[in-house]
């Protein structure tokens, strides 16, 4: 057995260039007990329809801006939008709860509610099993208060419609046991959400933002971006008696505490409302941060605008809360004119000529020269040229070392971590028209200096030149159309750049100021849909395992479930299904087939229809078991798989995924 332990909890160890592949919907955490950060899973969709869903763990050391890769067979399956908290404790713990999966062709989808835990100095995982734990879901969120961890939130998406979650769990680190928060009746806590902020202080935690969807009956759902921000109050019920009194609000006879949900106001200099903004502590400074975003606007059934942010907040989490802007500081200009306005010497534009005026000024500078210095032209060749600093002509205010130039492109979903003053800025994703580009840049900005933004690794993605793109900078007004026509035109050339995304020849003013960067495009739907066609899957092999695959695979694809017949759908069992179950959902087709084969009517005829039920629930059952031992193995118990047959096949993850 000890063998076999050891066998299973071996970790390999390698160091690999530069961050991870490019993802989104990963976590980067900051190492509870060293200077590293962790990023763990994610998942990226291809341009031909594919999925990719990760399970690998990651660790960068700023010192030697270094990535090492760590793989175990004990590991969490492969998943995004999950949630990671860090404790200190043990020599450090990364505990990682739910998320999402979906197979390669997206031809089945489902939720984990598994719970593990991530020793830090041995790099193993061990799954912590208990008997009560929250549901299933993605977009949750965790915080660590003390030794608890405290769980919000996040949405469950069966294939009908999403469903958005509130309740509140927590996790006890010393007796590993979790407990479920009951709230009186008429407690104010936030509403249903999933992608907020929450943030851990010394009294509480901090809840801000979110996102979810409005469904009316006969309307079509509605996306809702939250800007609401909550505070979390815990009072320990061993405080003494001349400390605070505790809240008198949730439940608290069976917590070690009590709980109470206080709604802030929004005072200072607060962000623009947006959904998919990322926030993370800064703990030196009780402080949080928050970058980027997107501002959707459901104008209508057919376009849905949205505007990209990569501006910076911080939210001073103590006392009652306040936003400040965190703007870049700009260096002190050495050069000064008559009056005391500074300029720049730089080196001079290089600017196009025609070739014959260049030939005969470049003619006559070699004659001059040459008369001056007595040297030929092999001679100057020779002798490195000298590039005199000579004042912007063309610009007067244009400044090479603007730190705004610095400034990350707009995002929404980036992953960012606080570490030792330093944040991190890691991927997000960018939308040009209908297609989702998932970035895989990496940032580096001192916040105790907040001088500039350090690129650790330049954006590899190519993304496209032409489009119906608009920028504006924060300072614009956003209802001047008139600007933004004429200034469209310029934004599409900025946004190009070279085919990297940004390599050396691209055009630097796309970052001259933060920008917001606005794009049109038209709702997805099943009639006008324009991702490519799913490839079929591979022909299934005759073991049970590859045939449980296939099985699995064509239940839950809609887009195959189209092109089975309706007879088909209806006397095929479902994974998670009971014989019972499944003959309820099928009796009258049962019935149908008896008739034509029997002369029996009434109970007799209900009889043989059952028969032929049962018959053909039999011969799918060893693939059904399979296929429950799949599903068990991704994360998924009985309850879960339960009901995920109650609701039939599913439509897989759906339009709009990322705003969930």
Known sequence: MRKEWEEAHTVTEEIVEGPPSRRANATLTACP??????????????????????????????????????????????????????????????????????????????HYRDFWCFDVSTHTWDRIDTKVRPSARSGCRMAMWKHYIFLFGGFYDPGIRTNYLNDLWYFDTQEYLWRQVEYREGDRRPSPRSGFSFLSTADGIVLHGGYCKEYAKGKRPVGVMLEDTWFLRIVLSTTDASGPPPPKSVKSSQHPFSLKWEKRKKVGYAP????????????????????????????????????????????????????????????????????????????????????????????????????????????????????KATPILEDPTFDPDDPILTVPRARYNAMLAVLRNTLYIYAGILEFGPREYTLDDFYALPLDKLDRFLCLKPCDVALPKDGDVLESSEDDDDDDNDEDEDDE????????????????????????????????????????????????????????????????????????SEARSAEDIISTPLPGETLAVFYARSREYWAGKAHGASDNRGKMLRRDGFALAQERYAAYKPILGEVEKILAEAGLDEEEIRRGAAVGPSKGIGENRNRR
């Not at 999925?51 to 090492?68: G, H, I, L, S």
């Not at 949080?288 to 057919?302: A, R």
């Not at 306040?322 to 005391?340: D, M, N, Q």
């Not at 606005?518 to 849909?529: H, L, P, V």
């Open 33 to 110: 007990s060293g200077n590293y950060l962790w990023c763990i899973g994610g998942e990226f969709f291809s341009d031909d329809g594919k999925a990719y869903f990760y399970n690998d763990v990651y660790r960068y050391t700023p010192e030697k801006n270094e990535w090492r890769k760590f793989v175990s067979q004990t590991c969490p399956g492969p998943r995004s939008a999950h949630a990671v908290v860090a404790s200190p404790a043990g020599g450090g713990k990364l505990f990682l709860f739910g998320g999402e999966f979906s197979s390669l062709y997206q031809n089945s989808f489902h």
């Open 272 to 387: 623009t409302l947006r959904s998919g903004c990322t926030m993370t502590v800064w703990g030196a400074k009780g402080l949080g941060v928050l970058f980027g975003g997107v501002t959707d606007e459901d104008t209508n059934e057919e376009t849905l605008e949205s505007v990209f942010h990569n501006d910076l907040y911080g939210y001073q989490l103590t006392e009652k809360g306040r936003w400040i802007s965190l703007t870049l500081r700009k260096p002190k200009s050495k050069g000064k004119v008559a009056g005391g306005r500074k300029v720049k010497q730089v080196a001079a534009p290089v600017q196009f000529r025609p070739r014959e005026e260049r030939d005969e000024e470049d003619s006559d500078a070699d004659y001059a020269e040459k008369d001056r210095n007595g040297e030929d032209e092999d001679e100057q060749k020779s002798k490195p040229s000298a590039l």
């Open 489 to 560: 035109d310029d934004a599409d050339e900025d946004i190009g750049g070279s085919d990297d995304g940004r390599g050396e020849g691209e055009d630097t003013s796309e970052n001259a100021k933060p920008r917001l960067k606005t794009k049109t495009r038209k709702i997805e739907s099943e009639e006008d849909e324009l991702e490519p066609e799913p490839e079929p899957e591979p022909e299934p092999e005759p073991d049970l395992r590859e045939k449980a695959r296939a099985f699995l695979g064509s239940a839950n694809d809609a887009k195959a």
